[in-house]
């Protein structure tokens, strides 16, 4: 069983930024991919962005492209998120999870472990 940890989150000002931290409890960290995920209240769970255990990175929709990057520390068990010119609509919960390789990244449903989401409000 791997668990995982979300940090970071917060309130911020609409146009400031915020990193959001994923530290999984497993030494074959390296093996999985890793997903960041966001669910506001009365919306359903909206992935974000993911990063192959290649580090090859893919994002959601066309409004986190250029305002987030996702990356991983293999040596460190760890994943972030990286949120710049953040905006009001960005709040969420935000979740990581971790799956073994496959080609989908985007569902919810291909990731195996969840952490319990870490609050992320963007004030106007």
């Known amino acids: 069983q791997v668990r995982l940890e979300e940090s970071g989150g917060g309130l911020v000002q609409a146009g400031g930024s915020l990193r959001v931290s994923c530290e999984a409890s497993?030494?074959?960290?390296?093996?999985?991919?890793g997903g960041w995920f966001r669910q506001a209240p009365g919306k359903e769970r909206e992935f974000v962005a993911a990063?192959?255990?290649?580090?090859?990175?893919?994002y959601g929709s066309d409004s986190v492209k250029g305002r987030f990057t996702i990356s991983r520390d293999n040596a460190k068990n760890a994943m972030y998120l990286q949120m710049n010119s953040l905006k009001p609509e960005d709040t969420a919960v935000y979740y990581c999870?971790?799956?073994?390789?496959?080609?989908?990244?985007?569902?919810?449903?291909?990731?195996?472990?969840w952490g319990q989401g870490t609050q992320v409000t963007v004030s106007s």
């Open positions: 999870a971790l799956k073994s390789p496959s080609n989908v990244l985007t569902a919810p449903s291909a990731y195996t472990y």
């Open positions: 497993t030494d074959t960290f390296i093996s999985y991919d």
């Open positions: 990063v192959r255990w290649s580090g090859v990175s893919i």
